[in-house]
């Protein structure tokens, strides 16, 4: 599976680097052999995270807010234009100690190399939604 994850995210790094639209916005990193690969978005109260989960064949991509369930309640309750801006229900996960998190998942099995651009696609396209999701509501 590490291999895997970290396969797939080299794959996903040279994918995005030839996306303009992406390259505008986010610096790419050095992949790992994990499960998530995280975005700046210019603030260290939150960031983007995508997530691959082999076991449930799902992909994620989240707005991960570090330690602040007061910013989390802020763009909750604007949940109802936020999920409209997006055209699509996302998750809202208020559940852990200090972290919280929102974001969209999609059923892409990423351990069948045919599903990779399709994966790469979404990817880069949810994080620009979400970019621009938190610039508009994050005021």
């Known amino acids: ?3 895997l994850q970290l396969n797939f995210w080299q794959n ?3 994918y995005a680097d030839n996306n303009r639209d992406f ?11 994990q499960h998530w690969y995280d975005l700046s978005v210019g603030t260290s109260a939150y960031h983007i ?3 691959v ?5 799902l992909i994620t991509a989240s707005i991960w807010i570090n330690d602040n369930k007061d910013l ?4 909750l309750k604007d949940k109802e ?3 409209k801006d997006f055209n699509s229900k996302l998750y809202w996960n208020n559940n852990a100690t ?4 929102f974001g969209i998942t999609a059923n892409i099995d990423i351990s069948q190399e045919n599903n990779w651009k399709s994966a790469f696609d979404w990817l880069c396209e949810m994080s620009i939604k979400l970019k621009f999701i938190v610039n508009k509501y994050d005021k």
């Open 49 to 51: 995270s995508l997530t």
């Open 53 to 57: 989960n082999t076991q449930k064949k």
């Open 72 to 75: 989390f309640q802020k763009f």
């Open 23 to 33: 390259t505008k916005i986010f610096s790419l990193r050095k992949p790992q052999a």
């Open 12 to 14: 996903f790094n040279d």
């Open 98 to 101: 200090k972290s919280s998190a």
């Open 1 to 3: 599976t590490k291999r």
């Open 81 to 83: 234009d936020i999920e």
